[in-house]
């Protein structure tokens, strides 16, 4: 891969507290110009939680309240049949609609042609547990079920990709993977070649930027060779844990990846003890570990992104705002300190 120098730049993970796609894309626009992402609003609409925006569309899927199932009635077999033979380029069969994701089509509105734009999807191993199927397991653990699920995030973050491609020079999209820090656990029995695999095969239809999302500790070095440009992870709590693997990183570094550091809390407790300095000091003592192994603290910055440690649904659209107004004069402050 080329390497990435983004500067320590902000953006978001997505999820925002707020009702109005209007208001969310303006507080985005205003603090995160460079690197804007369309905000996800769980609050607006049910049909936007994770584990429904994005499974819009797949056969036989049925919804009761929040919880999506397959159902294998009516036309199933000709719908799976008809997924499963899709080519890359018949995208356009498995679009995100309006009403699943409202602050995807309002964002566009606010970009200019030069801004770098980023999307987010929730990833084939979270999905794939949360559906689940007439015996009540995820349909990961169904191998065609599993093997459409890939290709269906496949086609689907390709046409988000596509979708943000006609109002911006360049894309980033993230794979949001909250499960994966259950990996090794007896609640997610999968083998590290069956994530991979599936993670392989949705990053796979991505033409620009591509990276994984996990807000927990996981299996860092099973994510660092994945096919993935950035690592977006939970800076604030766990930097310890990829911390424990400097060589890994290193290497990833080298090969020209980004880390996405994930260093603003969105816990309300938390962000009122928080200022700029105190948040410039925690990420240098979350990079310091990578330091010591050869890398220095400029290049790590330069090829760094800055985000929230995760999504910001769950808190109180002021306590949003304050946190992208300290990522973003965290990333000033950085930027500056460096000149990039």
């Keep these: 891969m080329a390497k990435i120098e983004f500067g320590c730049l902000a953006t978001a993970i997505g999820s925002m507290p707020h009702s109005d796609p209007h208001e969310a894309c ?8 460079d690197i804007p992402c369309w905000p996800q609003l769980p609050k607006r609409s049910p049909k936007e939680n994770i584990y429904l925006q994005f499974s819009e569309g797949f ?38 609609s ?79 993977e909250p499960f994966l820090t259950s990996l090794g656990t007896a609640f997610v029995a999968l083998t590290n070649e069956a994530v991979t695999g599936l993670l392989s095969q949705v990053l796979g239809g991505l033409a620009g930027l591509k990276g994984v999302h996990c807000c927990g500790s996981t299996d ?33 570094l080298e ?22 300095t105190s948040l410039y000091d925690r990420l240098g003592e979350a990079i310091a570990p990578f330091t010591r192994n050869g890398i220095s603290f400029r290049q790590i910055a330069a090829q760094g992104l800055l985000t929230p440690s995760c999504g910001l649904a769950s808190l109180s659209p002021d306590a949003a705002t304050h946190t992208l107004e300290l990522l973003s004069d965290l990333s000033a402050r950085i930027r500056s300190r460096f000149s990039f």
């Design 26 to 33: 303006r507080l985005v626009m205003k603090y995160l110009p």
């Design 59 to 96: 056969p036989g899927l049925v919804v009761e309240g929040d919880k999506p199932r397959i159902e294998r009635i009516g036309d199933f077999d000709l719908a799976l049949e008809k997924l499963l033979t899709a080519r890359d380029d018949n995208f356009d069969m498995y679009p995100i």
């Design 98 to 176: 309006p009403d699943h994701a409202a602050g995807l089509y309002a964002l566009p509105n606010l970009l200019s042609q030069s801004t770098i734009v980023k999307g987010q999807i929730t990833g084939p191993i979270s999905l794939g547990l949360c559906i689940t199927d007439s015996q009540n397991r995820g349909i990961i653990y169904d191998d065609t079920l599993a093997e459409a699920l890939g290709k269906f995030l496949r086609l689907k973050a390709r046409w988000q990709e596509e979708f943000l491609h006609r109002t911006s020079r360049m894309t980033v999209i993230f794979i949001d």
């Design 220 to 252: 860092w070095p099973l994510l660092l060779n994945t096919p993935i440009d950035i690592l977006s992870f939970d800076a604030y709590n766990y930097a310890d844990s990829l911390a424990c693997y400097p060589v890994e990183v290193k290497g990833f």
């Design 255 to 276: 090969r020209g990846g980004s880390i996405a550091w994930g260093i603003v809390p969105n816990d309300e407790d938390a962000l009122e003890k928080e200022s700029v």
